[in-house]
Nanobody
């Protein structure tokens, strides 16, 4: 059974940093397509960052470019999202996602079958 457990959220001031973690189990972690999504109240879910198996290539939404870094540790079966220079508009529930493939680029939420429970990030001005 695939399980994803998100952690690392919290409350920070603008300009601060947080590192989110997603602990995975139940599948071959290194072969999965992984991503981070976020959803703010009243807004649609947004893809933030993605990492692809094999090449380890990454893709970032414009809102994340230059500030966020997605990475994974295959030995620990853990996905990370390092978030720097945080802004109030980054406030949202962040969730990791895993899937066996993506049908489009950039990926969308429907490409991912498995989801973490989410971790709240709140950035104050």
């Amino acid at each position: 059974q695939v399980q994803l457990v998100d952690s690392g959220g919290g409350s920070v001031q603008a300009g601060g940093s947080l590192r989110l973690s997603c602990a995975a189990s139940g599948y071959t972690f290194s072969r999965m397509f992984m991503g981070w999504f976020r959803q703010a109240p009243g807004k649609e879910r947004e893809g933030v960052a993605f990492i692809f198996p094999g090449s380890g290539g990454t893709y970032y939404a414009d809102s994340a470019k230059g500030r966020f870094t997605i990475s994974q540790d295959n030995a620990k079966n853990t996905l990370y999202l390092q978030m720097n220079s945080l802004k109030p508009e980054d406030t949202a529930m962040y969730s990791c996602a895993a899937g066996t493939g993506v049908a489009r680029f950039p990926p969308v939420s429907s490409d991912y079958k498995y989801w973490g429970q989410g971790t709240q990030v709140t950035v104050s001005s």
